[in-house]
């Protein structure tokens, strides 16, 4: 299938990061939100970071505007109707996916691929939804969408192989490195990472060591660029603990209890960066 449209339903973070990615690579994009105030400040995000790059001399002040001109802005998700590709980067719950995935089903033309963004939900309980699903995969972005290398291509149950190539050879060209996953909770990444971060909150609210200690002990001992609990507080602790959830209901082991320390702090709005407080003040 030839894809020349690409339609994104969600305009925040990772939303706004994969339109910038595609409009890169010389799709049109049509990004879509419920209000305009969201879409406008996705486009912000958008506009700042092509500004970035093309200070950098990643590309020239006309390539940067004819980026930012292939994304049109959208609040009717009826004008995903013409894209050849859909990606949803709604927030992170079965039903607000299914019930997008299952509208956008009805609005696309038979032959549009619809993926999804989900960083731990099944894409063959989302395809489930559609009447389509041999059409339904799972595209998991790592934030920000516009650096990170990774694309982690999820295949549900029902997913066709000409889908599979497809999903693969975009993304390419979208110049990211593509990873075969069967669907499974929390695929690849998040199934090793969020237990690590998890371990390390529990570390703490067991008074081993500080937040600054554990993240110093992490970065210095096992050579990673960032400490868990910072990175933790990047990705959002709600996102965290909904992703543990996913982990705990769906494997059902118990080495995936999500540690009360973060529940209490997802209760208190603590959720790292986005809130201001986290693990650390922002």
Do not use: W
């Not at 969020?194 to 529990?202: C, D, G, Q, T």
């Not at 110093?216 to 001992?221: F, I, N, S």
């Amino acid at each position: 299938m030839d894809i020349k449209t690409i339609g994104v339903v969600g305009a925040g973070t990772m939303g706004n990061g994969i339109a910038q990615v595609c409009a890169q690579a010389g799709y049109h994009v049509i990004m879509n939100d419920r209000e305009d105030a969201f879409v406008q400040r996705g486009l912000s995000s958008i506009s700042k970071s092509l500004g970035k790059l093309a200070e950098k001399g990643k590309f020239s002040a006309e390539e940067r505007d004819a980026i930012y001109g292939r994304i049109t802005p959208s609040t009717a998700l009826e004008d995903l109707s013409r894209a050849d590709l859909v990606i949803e980067a709604v927030f992170e719950k079965l039903e607000v996916k299914r019930d997008v995935l299952a509208r956008l089903d009805a609005i696309c033309r038979p032959e549009t691929i619809l993926a999804s963004n989900t960083s731990s939900i099944s894409i063959t309980k989302l395809a489930a939804a559609t009447k389509r699903p041999e059409k339904v995969i799972g595209m998991h972005f790592f934030n920000p969408v516009p650096i990170m290398q990774l694309i982690e291509i999820i295949r549900a149950l029902q997913t066709s192989q000409e889908t599979f190539d497809t999903i693969r050879e975009l993304s390419v060209k979208l110049g990211k490195t593509p990873v075969a996953v069967q669907d499974s909770p929390g695929f690849v990444t998040n199934r090793v990472l969020m237990p690590l971060l998890n371990e390390a909150m529990f570390t703490l609210m067991e008074g081993v060591a500080s937040a600054e200690d554990i993240d110093t002990a992490v970065k210095l001992g096992l050579n990673h660029p960032m400490g868990p609990l910072t990175l933790a507080d990047y990705v959002g602790l709600d996102v965290c603990l909904d992703v543990m959830e996913v982990l705990h209901r769906e494997l059902g082991d118990p080495k995936f209890r999500p540690c009360p320390l973060l529940r209490k702090m997802v209760d208190a709005g603590y959720l790292g960066r986005k809130s201001g407080q986290g693990f650390y003040k922002y």
